[in-house]
């Protein structure tokens, strides 16, 4: 099944690798708060901020098949990986979301929003903010555009500087990541368990 593996794998392919490929590993490359949330049993956290950091150099050629909310995150992740010579990494096509979706098995932890509603919170209070601040300052609503912008940029380009600022925020963090441990789940040779 390794032979074959695409770019990107749907959820029911990515369950049958993950049972007939015992040293298959499931990343998840966001942050930690939203990993701690919800996130696929067996799955490692090795977030995406980590992985631009680091210099990368696997010991194995094991199946990879990378996740995040929708799938965005982890095609940078494949890219940089792939950059990296990592074998051939693969993105779940849907993420989480996709893989939630089809009814596959999800451990579910408190508190923390999904990147995207993050997102979402915050662009939508700053567009609110500006239409309704310009009633009194007019030029609040350039506060307005500069979101709609913004947005319309991150939708062109893939990418999304605001929740790229967001994962910053101590709120996305775990107390304590030590990048060699959390990177030895994608790199070191000895698959570690799931």
């Known amino acids: 099944m390794t032979g074959s593996l695409s770019s990107t794998v749907d959820v029911s392919r990515a369950r049958a690798l993950l049972e007939d490929e015992p040293r298959a ?3 998840d490359v ?9 996130h696929i049993p067996g799955s490692y956290n090795v ?19 990378l996740v995040c909310g929708s799938g965005v995150r982890a095609e940078d992740a494949r890219t940089l990986l792939a950059a990296a010579g990592l ?9 989480i979301n996709a ?5 596959a098995p999800v451990a579910r932890g408190t508190g923390k929003w999904a990147m995207e509603r993050q ?8 567009v609110l903010t500006g239409v309704l601040g310009s009633v009194v300052a007019p030029k609040m609503k350039w506060l307005a555009g500069f979101i709609g912008g ?18 910053l925020l101590p709120y996305n963090r775990t107390p304590a990541q030590d990048a060699p441990t959390l990177l030895a789940a994608l790199t070191a040779d000895d698959a570690p368990a799931r």
């Open 25 to 27: 590993r499931l990343i």
């Open 30 to 38: 966001r942050t930690p708060g939203e990993f701690a949330a919800t």
């Open 47 to 65: 977030p995406l901020d980590l992985l631009r950091e680091a210099d990368l150099a696997a010991g194995h050629d094991d199946p990879v098949v």
């Open 87 to 95: 074998g051939r990494p693969t993105v779940l096509a849907g993420g």
């Open 99 to 103: 893989w939630d979706q089809q009814g």
């Open 119 to 126: 997102v979402r919170l915050v662009a939508g209070s700053l």
């Open 150 to 167: 913004g947005l319309t940029f991150s939708a062109l380009s893939n990418t999304c500087a605001m929740a790229r600022v967001l994962s």
